[in-house]
Structure formats: C-alpha cells, structure tokens
C-alpha cells in the first residue's frame, strides 16, 4: 500500500473510529428513528431519507458501549456497504483526515481474525479503528434485516 488514503473520522465515547471516505454519502444530524419488527438486535429501526428508507444501526451495541438513546445532538453517518446504504448513529464527525498508508496497521497484524476491524491508523494524538463496514452485520443479522426491510416496503407501516 503507498500513498494516501482518506478516511472519515467518528467518535463514539471517548474512542475515535474511521472509515473510508469513499463509502461515506453524507453526515446529518439525527433525527426520530421508526422501530421495525424482526430486526437484528443491531438495527434500531428505518428512516426516510429523501424518499429513500434505510436502516439505521446501532454500533455502540456492536463495540459493547453502553446504549443511550438517540438525541439531537448525535449524527448519522449514511455510509454505503456493497448491497445496501446503512446509517450509523455517531456520537459526532470530526472529519476527514489522510493519512499515510504507511501509518495504518492491518487488523490481522494485531489480532487475527479481528472481525469488523480493517485495521488501525496511528495519528499523532492517539490511535484510530478503521472499520470494515462489509463485515458490520453477520450473515444471519443482514438477511433478517433484508427480510424486515422487504416486508416494510411490501406492507408499510
């Protein structure tokens, strides 16, 4: 790997998170989330996005942080994963930052078999988890969500 390579940089508690500025849409500002039914534990529920309905994940339970509910002062970060747009809930944005390819450790270089973890970037005030969003949702928890998600566009709410 050489050169740089963009990312954007998200907190959640004190931890300081990343992904790829490619796959990231946009940040908002959070808005009320509607429960969907048979959802993965991950999944707090749908929101409308310009006409667009998307699912909005909870990663403090994927990181096993303590949940707290969804304020206005949080964002969601809309990101796109390969087969669906997702949006996470965030405790803010800081930007985005490059960094050097050099700088950034590849998860199996710390922990084989680190799941969720591309690996780590290390900046100058502390380290950095980049996130592999394709490994985000389990296999079982994407097709209960793909099923919760075609039986709300089949039958509304």
Known sequence: MTGLTQFVVFCLDAQRYALPLALVERIVRAVAVTSLPKTPRLVLGIID????????????RRFRLLDKEVSPADQF???????????????????????????????????????QVQGVMKLDDGLVLIQDLEKFLSFDEAQALDQAMEQEVTHGT
């Open 49 to 60: 996005v310009e006409g667009q309905v998307f699912p909005v994940l909870n990663v403090r």
């Open 77 to 115: 970060l809309i990101a796109k994963m390969a087969h669906r747009t997702v949006v996470l809930v965030i405790d803010e944005a800081e930007g985005v930052i490059e960094c050097p390819s050099a700088e950034i450790v590849v998860a199996d270089q710390i922990v084989p078999g680190l799941e």
